[in-house]
Each structure stands twice: as C-alpha cells, then as structure tokens.
C-alpha cells in the first residue's frame, strides 16, 4: 500500500475519532456541555489524536528502519561480489536498489509480471535492454548476483510494507478504541490534549538539536572513513593540495595548510577593508548623523547585507577581477604587472569586505548605542570635542562588544563561499602575494563534492574533513564572540 | 580642608572664551577630521552599492532583449512531406537538419540586394541554432502549412545579438570561426532593412537553460519554477516548525540545561556557513535517505534546516513584543496558558512572525552554497516539470544554482545572462523585502 | 553658627556677579520650556534650582555650559553673560566653555577607566600638564578636593566604575574639578545617592564654595536651604522668585513659591 494512502487512512480514521469522541462525551454528559469537564471538541481533539499520532510516530519509525534492515542483509548477498570485483558495497548496492526500482516499475506499467520477474535469468535475459525500456538506464550489464539480490529486495519490500500497514492501521484503530473508551464527562481532555501539543512544542523545538546532531554525526562520520583512507597527520600538516582527478587509487596530496592559509588571507583583506569602513560608518550614524541622514544612510548600507553572494561572486569575477587587473596587471593602469588574472586573494577579499561593511556597522552601530548617555556627557561636560569623546570614552568603553563583531565577521569571512569560488580561483599555493590566485576551504569543499556521486574515494570525502575543521573554526568564534559580547551588555544592563 | 585654602584657585589670569586659543583650534581641526573619516566612511560604503547597482543594470539589462531575425520561409513539400499525405509521423521523421536548406534559401531571399560576399551556405550562421527548431515545431504542429510561404521571427545567432549590444566587436571577430566581419557588414543592412530587430526577451524570463553553444536561447524560467518550489517546502515546514519552537522557547519552557542547551544550538546554528548545511543536505537526505539529487524537495529541507533559526530568532523577538498584560487578561478569565498562547498572544504576534518568515524566505532564495552540493549545478534545467509531485522531486536548478552555472560557462554571451538572471532574482527579493516592511508598518503595534 | 551663616551670605551679596542671564528662552522643537528667565548668579557662591518636576531647571542649568547644543532640536535664546562675555557668542567655542564652566551629572558616570585616569582625562585633552609629575600633582590635588583622596589613594589603578555610588560621585566632581573650571554646574548630583552618601556630597559642596560658583538643581528643598546661599525657584518654566535662601525659605514674597514650600504644589 503506497505511503499516501497510508497516511489518508489513518487521517480519515483521526476524523472519525473526532466525531466518535465528541459524541460519547455529550452522550456521558447527558447532551448538557456544562456537565463537561472540558469542551466538547477536547474530547474530540483528544481521540483524533491517539488515533492518528502513534500511528504517524511508527510509519514514521518504520519508514527508517525498514531500508537500513533490508540493505544490512541484502548487501549480505553481495558482499562476495564486492570483495570479487573489488569495487565498493555502496555502488552495489546502489546498482541493486536501481534494478528493483526498474522491475517495480516494469511490473506496473505491465510490461512483466510478477511470475516472469521471478523467472527472469540474468544470464539469458538482457535486463539492462528491458530496463531501458521502461525508462531505466543502468550503467552496466546486470550480473546474476546483482538481480538475485534485486530480487530479494524486492521480496524483503513487499514483506515489510504489508507488515508495515498492518501494524500502522492497528495502531491507529486501537488508540482510537482505547481513547473512546476513556472518554467519559469527567475525563480531562483539555488537560491531555494540551500536553499533547506541548510535547508537539517540545519536539519542534528539538529540531535545532537534532540539525546540529545531524551535521555533527555526517562530518564525523565520513570524516573518520577519510582518516581510514588517508593519513590524518598528513592532512592536518601537508603543505600541499593536489588531488589527483582519476578518482580512484593514490597519489592525490590533501594537505589542509595552503587551503587555511587562502581562507585566512582572503578574510583578513576582508577585514582590512570592512572594518575600518564599517567602524567609521557605525561611528558617523551613531554620533554624527542628523536623524534624516540616519534614516536614510542606515538602510542604504544595509541593503548590500541582503544582496545574496552569488551576486557578490559575480561582481568579483566579472568587474572588480578585470577592473583589478587593469591597475595592476601588466599592461595596467600602475605598469606594475603584479596581477596576471582576475581570479586572486584581493579580487575576492575586496569584494568580501564590501559585503562585510554592514555586518560590522550594524553590529558597531548597536553596541556603540549601548554606551550610555551618561558616558557621552560626562565626557563633553568637561570639555572634550566630540571625537575626543569617541575616541578616549566610548570605544574603549565599547571595545569588547566591538572585537566581538569583528569576529563574528571574521567567522563569516572563513565561512563564504560564493565568492571565493568565483572570485578566488582553484590553484592552492602557500604564497604571500596577494595578486595571486588562492582558494579556501570552502571552495575546495565545493569543488570536491560537485560532479561526483562517489563519496567513497579520499578525494571526495576529504570534503567533509574541510567541512569539519570549517565548522570547529567558525563555531568556535562564533561562541567566543557571543561571549564575548554578552558580557559587554550586561556590564551595561 | 586645609588643603583647598591653601591652593588657590585659578592662579593663572582668566582666558576670554572669545578668544579660540592654540590648542582648541588643533583640537577643533582633528574634531573635523574625524568626522570628514566618518563621511568617508559612509560614501565609500555607498559608492560600493551604487557601483554594485551599477555593474548589475549595465550588464544585466542587455539580457532582457534580445535580436531577432523575420523571415519568410517557403515550406517546401518535397523537404518535408515526400509522400504528400501529411502523415504526421512521416514529417516527424524530418530532423532539423532537413530544415537548413529552408532557412539558407529564405535567407537568400532575405538578403537579395545587398553587398555581400558571403557564401549562402555560411548565411545561416546568422541564425541560432534554434532556428531550425522553431520552424520543425510549427511545421508538426500545423501540417496543412507546407508548401506555403510562413513569416517566422526567429533567434539571431548569439553574436549576432552581441554585436547589436555592443559586447562584439569586429576585432573581436577576426579569431572567430563561426562569424566573420562581413557578417556584420550584412547585418547592418538588414537592420536598416527591418527584417533584424531587438525586441523584448520574454524567453528569456519564462525560458529553459540551452545547451553550452547557444545562449540565445537560455531562460530562467524553469529554473525559477525550482526556486518557487523549494520556497514552497521552505514554507511549509519552517513557518509551523518555526512557531511551534519559538512558542515553546519562549511561552512553556522552564529553566532548566535542555532548554539552554536548544537556545545555544540556535543561536549557533544562524551563524553556521552556509556550506555546512549543504555538506549536511548531501549526507542526510542524499546519501543517507536516498532522496532524488538535483531535486527541489531536497534543496528546500536543506534550506529549511538553515532558515529555521533565523525564523525561530524573529518569532521569539515578536512574541516578546506581546506585552504581559494581554497573558495576564486571558489567565484572569480562566484560559488555560495553552489557550492564552494560541488565542491571544500568537495572532498578537503574527504580523511579525510573517514579517520574519519573509526576510527568512528573501534569505534562502539568494542561497548558493548548499544548492551546488546537493546537485542542483551542472545540470541543464530545459523541461518544466509535468505536474506538483515531479516539480518536487524531479532534478531542477534554482535561480541562484543558475546563475552560477552561466557564470562558469566560457561564453561572454552567458555573462549577460547571469546578470540577467540577477536582476530578476533581485527583483524578487526586492518585492518580499517590500512586502515585509508594508507588513511591518502596516501591523505595526505600539504597546 | 546662626552668624556664621548670615556673614556668609552678607559677602556673597557683595561679591562680583559671575553668570548673568537675560531674557533667556529655551524651545524644544515646539515646546517653549524656559520663558523669559533673567538672573544674577554671584561668584563663591552656593546657588540651588528649585521646583517640580519639568519646571525647567536642569534645562536652564545645562543651557550655561551649552550642554543642550548636543540636543539637535534644542534652541536658545537671550543672553548668557560669564564674566561679562556672551556665552552664545559666535566666537565661542562650547569646548573652552565647558572647561571653565564644569559639570556633575545625576547619575555618577565615572568613565571606564582607572581612578587616575578619570580625573587625569579633562587636563590631558585640555593640556593641562606638562609633564606626568605636574599630571600626578593636579590629580592628586583634585582627588584632595574631592574629598575622597583619602579612601582611593592606594588604588589609583584600579577601576572607577568599582567604587561606590557615592565614592563615584565624588569621583565625578573631582574629575570635574580637575580642569580647573570657574563655575561648576551640579545637575542634582545627590538623587541616586544614599543618606550618608548624601551628607558627604553636601559637605563637599559647602567648602567648593570657597573656590568656584556653583550651581545646584536640586528637587530636595531641604538640600537647598542646607548647602545654598541663594535660591531660586522655577515654575512652568518660569523664574518664579530668586533670593537669599533663607528668606524664600522662610518669607517667600510669591504665593507659588509658597504653596511648593509648604508641599501644596509640586
């Protein structure tokens, strides 16, 4: 029974309940709804309920439980293949889930029947003809080992989907029996109903967890079969990356140095050109601006915060890399011939740092208006100019708020991506010049990821070692800066 | 006490404060400086968006015209319908190639009269490759026309358009295989002719992305249409997801370690890279769950999972917004805190919740990053999707994964494009944005 | 004592005339908040504001070292006269001004700093001192006529914002005195202060008098009949009544000023 129709039974039978436990509330309370403990639909709501949310809960659970029990003992069946052949479990497997998916639909669209799929021989059938005619492409001829366990699969399926209806709409049928029977006038369904959506509430709420769970255990996870595969010391300390293309065997050099190094270099131009800007820009509208400049230099600023960076990666590669090379490059502007392509570290860190600029004034911004009123006529009452007072008060009174913003722009500048892979370049290079092309973590990241559906060579799940140090460096000054600037308010709170 | 008798004050002469001394006048110089900084700042910052601006609307209009060449092409019956009967399959069996002959003799017809030394055979690398295509679909579509004399307006070849738009050059043109100076030469004329025209790219906007050698035809239609639905799932779960966390954070949960331990996850998790996300689409819903790659389904729980916080973060802040005493009402009537909640303080709240849902939508709408891991590139979005569940589930781009791609391809003519598809992706973000503050000032409340 | 008191206000009525306000208006935005205020402030001199809440004292008190031009839709007119010089003179730059006029603010403000650096922050940007002796001479001189030499001498280097609120405030007023300002104002810098804090402060403001003019809003009536020699009262804006303390304290001449001090308004 597809899932669809599942679903649909169990949400008419949820219905049904609703109905049957209104009616036997009224039908305890004499027709009076005074006599209720709670209002009639509670006791409605409070059926439908245990009808239709263990139901949901073990479909649900079933749903993923299922795959992992039958590919654990289907991939039993072609393991000797594997080891064989020499290539991985999961392309197998994948192969495998291809061909059942193919019969499935071979047999619905009634080009076979169940009894001719059972007959079919892998050795006298071309199956990956009669697939491709049902609208499934294989990448290669299917061997004996492969359809039986096809066959299994499908076999395992079918079991386990009629199971699976069976015991949801058990499931679902005996909630509502028991719940009916609970319900009489003096039943507090208000009371269960409400703790039921509060434990709806709770589990909403637990997805955050469950979203950081779930990024932790897929880093780590693919990060320790890279480290299976790959020396860790070498990737942590290795001055070079190099990763050869073929995919499979060695000779790829993933050292992480020149791609941390690009990263750090790119941000820190970032920063050299957001912060001071931004610092300045936050100073002017909180100090200086008269209210109509405020109003309207503020949003301006902060539309290049809302610009996504797919756009940002466009400029850099395609205006400010050209307008770039045209200052320094060999027939440019300077005559200096430092910068040979647009793709470089300051192509990338510029525009990063345009990006950055209202990220650092608007966090500035909020944190130099945090500094009381008292401070700023303290200060002038004794005389001092108005940048006196900024200088030698206000920001050093504001000073740890203020490192706080540059480090979670700092984290944002580790963390971009778009603009480092179009505006950066691909090469990784341990160099000090800043017109030379570099890339990042996150570039890489992509770059490794994109194309290949294979996450089993070291060249593809190299990406999630980045991806792992990415995230310990980012999140780290992320709660720094948290920190960080959640003391700085309470000091003035 | 003895101390202050024995000091008098003001030893030295009284200063006029007419008179600006020395040091006031330097102090008042650095004052000025420091503002002139500030200033500086300030349109340093601007001239940053407005050559942003700038570089987008210079490169990116272009893209919404688009050259077209009018035609008159004779359908000949002996190319098409050797038989004659109009048997449908029969000119379905004509490919495009069959159709070149057609075009190379309208565009004889077209340019009879001008100088030109052009072989005819080389005419129809005025014409985009489309072209032929065109013609073949209004050929199957309306079989009773062969043998007549049609007028098509079909695509001029992509650096026909260039040319026209100034991004090709005759120089330009000297290295170039597929077009030659005296190309242009012919295409003046026929400007001046009437019969090659610039008109408004509607494919352009609902089109479908063409293969690497034509980006006359490209559109960002379909990919669009994969935005729309990753934007629909975005909404369908975050917004209730969303709420539901926010209300139980900020309305039932007590202090205790598990209730900081899920404040601390979002407050990190709105400011995990975006990247991160993608790494997680890919690893959960792709190699783990076995979701369809390139599919919007999977794009849109991958964006989810990043919008949540954001959402989580606005809806907490409007819920606070609701003033204690509205609670306080609701109790004193003998609500349940439950009913409070969802009676009174959530429909409070709710043009900020929206408000907030928006901004979280605008946000994932411009996202790259997490779409180019889970595959949504690399892949040449040319078919709408049939129907809700394959417009779900069957591989599409989205805009932003789009405009990635052209970005990467070789063909300057693509660059256009990318520009192009900027601006309509801004002014979708724009219209949400504006929507947002319309809400916000609409429903504005002040406690 | 009872002479003491009555010679101290028989000089001050002698002494020269420091700030002299005529016809002095004060608009914000719309609000016409001081109307028409003319006084005569003598120099070595306790004067006290008093009236409620909003009667514009504090606003008539800042508009003297021209604190209220940092208030955008503040105006002012009318003129100011200290020492005879227009203090809204064009010429004038508020900065000389608020060094020779200084002020104390409601809440102490000791900036984030040390105690030294506190009270060493009006001479260094007004270059006070040549050299860090001359620096820890006029410090140390402040912090004595502040009357808390005593309590942070030891700790100097430690922060300002560590003291009690009445050590802050004391802070705040050698800091103020550090400059060596010729008036000083005194925005009711005992209301965030405790009893004991309090009768400190007081003291401290009676033996300033020896040295500066100084002025004191106050909405404490009892605070000014104990630390001022004169007093004016305002009201709606108004200068009501401006005498010896003593005597609008005792035979007030209008009945508003009556009616506050004996509590029938205010």
């Not at chain 1, 060249?459 to 960080?484: H, M, S, W």
């Not at chain 3, 860090?132 to 005593?150: H, N, P, Q, S, T």
Request: with cysteine.
């Amino acid at each position: 029974m597809p899932n669809t129709i599942l679903i649909l039974i169990v949400l008419a039978l949820g219905v049904i309940g609703f109905v049957l436990g209104r009616q036997r509330a009224m039908a305890s309370a004499g027709g009076n709804s005074r006599n209720l403990h709670s209002l009639p639909s509670y006791y409605g709501y409070n059926v439908a309920c245990a009808t239709t949310l263990p139901a949901m809960g073990l479909l649900i659970l079933w749903l993923l439980v299922q795959p992992l029990i039958i590919n654990s003992s289907v991939s039993g069946l072609v393991s000797d293949q594997a080891s064989e052949e020499g290539a991985s479990l999961d392309l197998i497997m994948s192969d495998v889930r291809r061909v059942a998916d193919g019969l499935d639909t071979a047999v619905e669209t009634g080009v076979l029947t169940e009894e001719e799929v059972e007959a079919l021989d892998a050795e006298q059938d071309d199956i990956r003809d009669l697939l491709a005619g049902v609208g499934f492409a294989l990448g290669s001829d299917v061997t004996p080992s492969t359809l039986e366990a096809a066959k299994s699969y499908r076999a395992m399926n079918e079991v386990g989907d009629t199971w699976k209806s069976v015991f949801v709409i058990a499931t679902a049928l005996t909630g509502l029996l028991v719940s009916w029977r609970m319900t009489n006038k003096d039943f507090r369904a208000r009371n269960v109903v409400e703790q039921g959506v509060l434990a709806i509430l709770i589990f909403a709420a637990s997805i955050a967890i469950l979203t950081t769970l779930g990024i932790v255990l897929s880093l780590i996870f693919n990060t320790m079969e890279f480290f299976r595969l790959y020396p860790a010391s070498e990737f942590f300390f290795g001055l070079s990356w190099n990763p050869s293309f073929s995919g499979r065997g060695g000779g790829s050099e993933l050292g992480i140095l020149p791609l941390l190094w690009g990263t750090l270099y790119i941000s820190l131009i970032a920063l050299i050109v957001a912060v001071p800007i931004g610092l300045f820009a936050a100073i002017y509208l909180s100090e200086y601006a008269s209210k109509p400049v405020r109003s309207v230099a503020k949003p301006l600023l902060e539309v290049l915060a809302g610009i996504p960076t797919i756009v940002y990666g466009l400029f850099a590669l395609l205006t400010v890399g050209p307008l770039l090379v045209e200052v320094f490059g060999q027939k440019g502007f300077l005559g200096v011939d430092w910068m040979s392509g647009g793709t470089a570290v300051m192509t990338a860190g510029l525009v990063m740092g345009i990006m950055l600029i209202p990220f650092v004034s608007s966090l500035s911004d909020d944190i130099i208006n945090a500094v009381p009123q008292s401070m700023r006529d303290g200060s002038l009452g004794l005389g001092a100019t108005h940048s006196e007072t900024v200088r030698q008060v206000i920001l050093p009174a504001a000073l740890p708020g203020i490192v706080g913003a540059i480090l979670l722009a700092a984290s944002r500048a580790i963390g971009e991506t778009m603009i480092v892979v179009l505006g950066a370049g691909a090469a990784a290079r341990l160099s000090m010049n800043p017109f030379e092309a570099m890339t990042t973590v996150t570039a890489k990241i992509v770059s490794q990821l994109t194309g290949d559906s294979d996450f089993s060579s070291p060249e593809a799940l190299v990406a999630f070692a980045l991806g792992i140090t990415l995230f310990v460096i980012t999140l780290g000054l992320n709660i720094f800066a948290l920190y960080i600037v959640r003391k700085y308010r309470e000091q003035y709170e | 006490m003895t101390d202050t008798t024995v000091t008098p004050v003001s030893a030295k002469p009284a200063k006029s404060i007419l008179e600006i001394d020395a040091r006031t006048k330097k102090r008042n110089a650095a004052e000025k400086r420091f503002k002139a900084y500030g200033i500086a700042a300030i349109c340093v910052g601007l001239f940053f968006l407005v050559a942003l601006l700038w570089a987008i609307i210079q490169n990116g209009t272009p893209a919404f015209t688009q050259t077209y060449v009018t035609l008159d092409v004779e359908l000949l019956e002996e190319k098409l319908d050797k038989t004659g009967e109009r048997d449908i399959e029969a000119i379905k069996k004509v490919s495009t190639f069959g159709y070149k002959p057609l075009i190379q003799n309208a565009l004889v017809d077209a340019t009879e009269g001008m100088e030109t030394e052009i072989e005819d055979k080389n005419l129809a690398k005025l014409l985009s490759d489309s072209a032929a295509a065109q013609i073949r679909d209004y050929v199957i579509a309306n079989p009773d026309q062969i043998g007549e004399t049609v007028e098509f307006t079909v695509l001029a070849s992509s650096r026909v358009d260039g040319y026209l738009k100034g991004r090709v050059t005759r120089e330009d043109l000297a290295r170039d295989k597929n077009l030659s100076p005296d190309h242009l030469d012919l295409i003046d004329q026929m400007v001046e002719d009437g019969s090659v025209e610039r008109i408004f790219n509607w494919a352009f906007i609902t089109g479908a992305d063409a293969s690497e050698k034509r980006p006359e035809s490209a559109g960002i239609g379909v990919s669009m249409i994969g935005s729309f639905f990753m934007m629909l799932v975005v909404l369908i779960l975050a917004l209730p997801i969303g709420v539901a966390a926010s209300i139980y954070l900020e309305e039932f949960a007590p202090q205790n370690r598990f209730t900081d331990l899920i404040e601390v996850n979002i407050s990190n998790l709105a400011a995990v890279p975006s990247i991160v996300f993608g790494i997680l689409g890919l690893a959960v819903f792709i190699q783990f769950a076995h979701l369809p790659q390139s599919a919007p389904i999977v794009g849109g729980l991958t964006l989810t999972l990043m919008t949540l916080p954001t959402i989580v973060i606005s809806t907490r802040a409007s819920l606070k917004a609701v003033p204690p005493s509205i609670r306080d009402a609701a109790l004193g009537v003998g609500a349940s805190k439950m009913q409070t909640v969802f009676h009174h303080v959530l429909p409070l709240a709710m043009p900020g919740i929206l408000t907030g849902t928006i901004i979280g939508l605008a946000q994932a709408l411009g996202e790259t990053a997490p779409l180019l891991l889970i595959g949504m590139v690399g892949f040449i979005a040319s078919n709408y999707p049939e129907g809700v569940a394959s417009g779900f589930l069957d591989p599409n781009s989205a805009m932003p994964a789009q405009i990635y791609e052209w970005a990467k391809r070789a063909d300057p003519a693509y660059y256009e494009r990318a520009w192009g598809g900027i601006i309509v992706l801004l002014v979708f973000l724009l219209t949400m944005n504006i929507i947002a503050i319309i809400l916000r000032r609409r429903f504005e409340r002040r406690w | 004592m009872e002479d003491l008191a009555y010679m101290d206000r028989q000089m001050s009525t002698e002494q020269d005339i420091k700030i002299s306000a005529k016809n002095v208006q004060v608009y914000y935005a719309d609000n016409h908040a001081i109307k028409d205020v003319n006084v005569d402030i003598a120099d070595k001199t306790v004067t006290a504001f008093i009236g409620p809440s909003g009667c514009g004292k504090s606003t008539f008190l800042r508009c003297i070292n021209r604190m209220n031009d940092t208030i955008d839709v503040c105006r002012v007119e009318g003129a100011i006269k200290i020492d005879g010089e227009d203090i809204y003179d064009k010429r004038v730059d508020p900065v000389q001004l608020r060094a020779k006029v200084g002020m104390v603010f409601q809440k102490p403000n000791p900036f984030p700093k040390s105690i030294y650096d506190n009270v060493a922050y009006g001479p260094r940007i007004h270059g006070l001192a040549k050299n860090r002796a001359e620096l820890d001479d006029i410090v140390e001189k402040a912090l004595r006529r502040g009357a808390i030499w005593d309590e942070v001498k030891d700790r100097l280097d430690a922060p300002g914002t560590g003291l009690s609120g009445g050590q802050q405030q004391r802070l705040c007023i050698a800091r103020a005195v550090a400059t060596e300002p010729q008036v000083l104002l005194m925005d009711e810098p005992c209301s965030a202060l405790d009893p004991i804090a309090t009768a400190q402060v007081e003291e401290l403001i009676d033996e300033l008098r020896q040295n500066y003019s100084v002025v004191i809003v106050t909405h404490s009536m009892q605070q000014a009949a104990r630390v001022s020699q004169k007093t004016a009262f305002f009201h709606l804006g108004n200068l009501v009544e401006y005498d010896d303390t003593d005597k609008i304290f005792t035979n007030p001449e209008d009945e508003r000023t009556e009616s506050y001090i004996s509590g029938r308004i205010g």
